[in-house]
Each structure stands twice: as C-alpha cells, then as structure tokens.
C-alpha cells in the first residue's frame, strides 16, 4: 500500500515561506507524476505543481515565480517550497503520485497566510 505523508504546513505572514514535504513509503522513480494540489472551501481542487521525471516541472500561473517543487529520489520526499506567500495561497495541499494503474493522496497540510 502506498502512503503519502505531507508535512511543513502552518501559519506564516504575508511575505512568508513555508516549505512543505511529502514522504512516499516507496521509490518515487515508480511514479510516472507527482505533485502539489490545493483546495480551499467552496472552491474546486487547484493544480500546484507537478514533477515528471527529468522534465522541467510546471507550475499554475498564480504561484510561479514564487514556488519551486523538488525530489529526493534517496530521501523519497516530494517537496514544495513556497515563497512570497500571499493570504490567497491559504489551503489545504495535497500531494499526489500517480503510478502504472492508480493515484494515491495523502491526507493534506494545512497552508494559512495571515497577518
């Protein structure tokens, strides 16, 4: 079974950095996918950040420039660093990977951006 557990969420400032982490119980090179998602009440789950293999990873329009999503293929940890945090970024987010025939979530941390 595998098990993502994301981490490193809280409450900052605006203008904050937070740097969030997924640990994956088993090699990240057996996902095809992975990444950051976000959901805040009454508003659909938004694309992050995702991660393919060696490929430049891709991030939605409201967070480039500030977030920056890495692996450790060793340590099997997906991280999201976040910068330049805004109260807009303030969400549950998820980590996600997708292998062969199933994606797996993990259960959420929570992001809040206020003064």
């Known amino acids: 079974q595998v098990r993502l557990v994301e981490s490193g969420g809280g409450l900052v400032q605006p203008g904050g950095s937070l740097r969030l982490s997924c640990s994956v119980s088993?090699?990240?090179?057996?996902?095809?996918?992975m990444g950051w998602y976000r959901r805040t009440p009454g508003k659909e789950r938004e694309l992050v950040a995702t991660?393919?293999?060696?490929?430049?990873?891709e991030y939605a329009d409201s967070v480039k420039g500030r977030f920056i999503i890495s692996k450790d293929n060793a340590k099997r940890i997906v991280y999201l660093q976040m910068n330049s945090l805004r109260p807009e970024d303030t969400a549950s987010y998820y980590c996600?990977?997708?292998?062969?025939?199933?994606?797996?979530w993990g259960q959420g941390t929570q992001v809040t951006v206020s003064s």
């Open positions: 996600t990977a997708r292998g062969l025939s199933a994606s797996y």
């Open positions: 088993q090699s990240i090179s057996a996902f095809s996918y």
């Open positions: 991660i393919r293999g060696s490929r430049s990873p």
